[in-house]
């Protein structure tokens, strides 16, 4: 079982370009979740989704947008990247946005130069 | 404002020294309390959810145990292999970040054989 797989695992992008990440589930989850995680900081929420064609504001959302056109996929853009959104970004999924854990990817390591 | 603290932020055993990894948390009315492992490159893997004060749960040679502002991951014997950063995150029930995920800042152990 894959779980949930994150393209591409690493990127360097110059300030003010774009990129998508892709995140993919293959368990049938309602829920889908992006994180960022900075050294020194714990993981921070940045967009969630509760279902297909829905999206929510995390923590720190700023500068970024998300899409989830079909349920076991959700997009975070960067329309114009800036160093402060260096970092490893994690994709999660999960059942339920209560008592049940989140299932995380091995992240994208994304470097803006 | 929701917050967890975990400590120490490092940990160093040498192979069967048993230890506890701290994690205090205030969060408004908690949902659930989860534990999680990171190996380096990789994204958190699921270990616990603990509900209620007096709650605890087994996994080899992890145990995590839950008081109403804390609960410990305690190591019995470790083994090298048990290496990683502990993440902690707790979900509350109310509040601006009501069913987030909110995460500590993990604890690093390193056991030496």
């Known amino acids: 079982n894959a779980g949930v797989t994150q393209t591409p695992k690493f990127r360097v992008l110059k300030t003010g370009q774009s990129m998508t990440l892709l995140c993919a589930q293959d368990?049938?989850?309602?829920?889908m979740y992006w994180y960022r995680q900075d050294p020194g900081m714990g993981l921070r929420l940045i967009h969630y989704?509760?279902?297909?064609?829905?999206?929510a504001k995390g923590e720190v959302p700023d500068g970024y947008n998300v899409s989830r056109l079909k349920k076991q996929n959700f997009l975070l853009g960067l329309e114009s990247a800036a160093p402060s959104q260096t970092s490893v970004y994690f994709c999660?999924?999960?059942?339920?946005?209560?008592?049940?854990?989140?299932?995380f990817g091995d992240g994208t390591r994304l470097s803006i130069l | 404002e929701d917050q967890v603290t975990q400590s120490p932020e490092a940990l160093r055993l040498q192979e069967g020294e048993s230890s506890s990894l701290n994690c205090s948390y205030t969060?408004?009315?908690?949902?659930?309390l989860f534990w999680y492992r990171q190996d380096p490159g990789k994204g958190p893997e699921f270990l616990f959810t603990?509900?209620?004060a007096g709650e605890e749960k087994e996994k080899e040679r992890l145990k995590a145990t839950l008081t109403k502002k804390e609960s410990f991951l305690h190591i019995t014997a470790p083994k090298p292999e048990d290496s990683a950063t502990y993440l902690c995150a707790v979900q509350a029930h109310y509040g601006g970040s009501q069913g987030n995920l909110i995460f500590g800042k993990g604890t690093k152990l390193s056991v030496k054989p």
């Open positions: 989704s509760v279902g297909e064609g829905t999206t």
């Open positions: 368990m049938n989850h309602e829920y």
């Open positions: 969060v408004s009315g908690l949902r659930g």
């Open positions: 999660a999924s999960s059942t339920d946005r209560g008592y049940q854990p989140q299932h």
């Open positions: 603990l509900y209620s």
